[in-house]
């Protein structure tokens, strides 16, 4: 994925924690790396990557034990895999998990942040 996608220190792994920006930072730098999986088009053979056996298992049990992050774990997959960023494109969506899903939640940009960070940490080995 692409450096605007967050931000960060250095380590010795040479990620250091990343940082999941709110949407309004997001707009309002006017780039776009990282799309919600339930407001994407992919192709199906993302699908298949993510599922395969290409793709490390390590993700797969991530999302599973943490109930969140498929969205970070398949942004990671695709970046990786096409070498690019997401293409933005404008639209209207209603967002019917906006003002109750699981992004309303306390420590939600925490978390997501905590996903980044590992997440990253998996493909860097791969």
Request: charged share 20%.
């Amino acid at each position: 994925a692409s450096p605007p996608l967050f931000t960060g220190n250095s380590a010795d792994s040479g990620l250091g924690k990343l940082i999941y920006h709110t949407w309004p930072i997001v707009y309002l730098r006017g780039r776009f790396n990282m799309i919600l999986t339930k407001a994407c088009f992919l192709h199906s053979k993302y699908l298949d990557l993510y599922s395969g056996d290409v793709h490390p298992q390590e993700i797969r049990d991530y999302v599973d034990k943490h109930k969140n992050c498929e969205d970070v774990a398949m942004s990671l997959l695709v970046a990786n895999a096409t070498m690019s960023e997401p293409l933005y494109v404008e639209g209207s969506v209603t967002d019917t998990g906006l003002f109750g899903g699981i992004s309303t939640g306390t420590g939600h940009m925490l978390t997501r942040s905590d996903c980044l960070t590992d997440l990253s940490r998996v493909y860097a080995r791969y």
